[in-house]
């Protein structure tokens, strides 16, 4: 997108609603939806995300530029939609599904990922499977069911984070726990590519994996920080 502003700025709608300005016109979303915001923390990191010197703004880069758009471009009327795209992970999350070999790693995903199926546990009230091996297998009904009473409960922008973040970690568990503030960012990155850290540790870094990982780890801080502002 070619820069045709010269000024960012926030403007106050009421004590719970903000919008940004390029010069005296609204930013807008995608689809030519006013960018209305929930609180000034959010209005003034999307003016971050806009208030560049540069004569061509990426928009793809920004990170809560985008998670709003998606709400109110898209969550707002298919909410049902977005819901089920991140409870369909349930049957395959990452996090129950466990090495056979070898023990270190085994141990390692043991003692990383059992405190989460615990936190899960209580989350909703009932035993979640933990399942050897990669072949696909089915949680209870009631996982399910239980799950999605808890996203339902959630605001547009919570769910269009949960969203994002879930499709990042593979794990609708992991993204639930961050959501809930019970993991922290350096720990989720940490917790969804275990297995990669591990064989990089054991067997060598890669230099293009390494560095597709940290542009994967930035997204993923920047989606937590967008929850921390909701």
């Not at 977005?82 to 790693?105: F, Q, S, V, W």
């Not at 043991?110 to 989460?116: A, C, L, S």
């Not at 209870?140 to 808890?150: D, M």
């Amino acid at each position: 997108m070619k820069k045709l502003w010269e000024k960012v700025s926030i403007k106050k709608i009421s004590s719970d609603s903000f919008c940004v300005m390029l010069d005296k016109r609204i930013l807008k979303t995608p689809l030519k939806r006013e960018l209305v915001l929930p609180n000034l923390n959010l209005a003034q990191e999307i003016v971050k995300e806009w208030d560049q010197d540069s004569k061509n703004i990426n928009t793809e880069s920004m990170i809560f530029y985008g998670l709003i758009s998606t709400s109110l471009d898209k969550i707002i009327d298919n909410k049902n939609l977005y819901i089920n795209d991140i409870l369909d992970y349930i049957d395959t999350d990452l996090i129950c599904y466990r090495a056979e070999n070898p023990k270190e790693l085994v141990e390692l995903q043991k003692n990383k990922w059992d405190p989460i199926i615990l936190l899960l546990e209580k989350y909703i009230g009932t035993k979640v499977e933990v399942f050897q091996g990669v072949l696909p297998k089915k949680q209870h009904a009631t996982v399910h069911l239980k799950l999605n009473n808890i996203i339902n409960q959630f605001d547009i922008f919570e769910i269009s984070a949960l969203h994002r973040i879930t499709n990042i970690t593979r794990s609708i568990f992991l993204s639930l726990c961050v959501l809930k503030k019970d993991i922290s960012k350096n720990e989720v990155f940490e917790l969804s590519f275990l297995d990669e850290l591990w064989q990089a540790v054991n067997w060598g870094f890669d230099e293009e994996t390494s560095k597709k990982r940290k542009e994967i780890s930035i997204e993923l801080n920047k989606c937590i920080s967008f929850l921390d502002c909701l």
